[in-house]
């Protein structure tokens, strides 16, 4: 496989996507920027009409638009799109071409469907003749359902444990189900790298590992592996 364009990084709410991302991502930049600021790795930042949480910044976690917003740009060259309870969230080709022609590796947290539909081709002319499912590489990340719901209610609640916050996560839940358990049952066998994250304990390990895996994709252009 040579060097790929896009890494696609997908998992159920709490699975731990975010959090591996965003370090193994800085982790490889520094080891692979020799101390100079072209970092080779880039995380995709989508729009979102979702409200922002508390924790959350614009333009670090999401692009956060408002519903009226999201029907005046949808239709600009839309690469992927999902609808997440009562909220959208896309991407649009012109975020993603401007670095790949500067030659960034993008990482891109994205759900089922969008791996799915980039993979099949259903969407990749749009980012060129050239591009294909070649270009892309998968991580699909997983952790067990109590353990995601340990974790929900520690990063929404606090670590206070109410029916509400069991609630909202059931809710969450049921409706990314479908398209998850869809995915697991046809498609798990395709994903370049498995990353289950419900020990705590292999936190370390599994950081080194998807680092280690962002490094070798990396030089893969230069070993010629």
Request: contains cysteine.
């Amino acid at each position: 496989m040579a060097r790929p364009k896009i890494i696609c990084v997908a998992g159920r709410t709490c699975a731990g996507k975010d959090t591996l991302t965003s370090r193994a991502i800085l982790n490889a930049n520094i080891e692979l920027s020799e101390g100079k600021y072209d970092y080779p790795f880039k995380q995709v930042v989508s729009y979102t009409t979702r409200p922002k949480r508390e924790s959350e910044k614009d333009g670090r976690e999401h692009f956060f638009v408002t519903e009226d917003e999201y029907y005046e740009i949808r239709d600009d060259h839309i690469i992927t799109e999902t609808t997440i309870g009562d909220y959208h969230y896309w991407t649009t080709t012109d975020q993603l071409m401007d670095d790949i022609n500067n030659g960034i590796i993008l990482v891109y947290i994205i759900d089922p469907i969008g791996i799915t539909n980039l993979l099949s081709g259903i969407v990749t002319h749009r980012l060129g003749n050239d591009f294909s499912e070649e270009d892309i590489y998968t991580i699909y990340i997983t952790a067990d359902p109590e353990e995601r719901l340990t974790r929900f209610i520690n990063r929404q609640y606090k670590g206070i444990v109410s029916s509400k916050a069991i609630k909202e996560f059931k809710t969450r839940s049921m409706n990314e189900n479908d398209q998850f358990d869809d995915f697991e049952t046809c498609h798990l066998d395709e994903i370049d790298l498995l990353i289950n994250t419900t020990k705590k304990e292999n936190f370390v390990i599994n950081h080194t590992i998807m680092t280690s895996a962002l490094i070798n994709l990396y030089k893969k252009d230069i070993s010629g592996d």
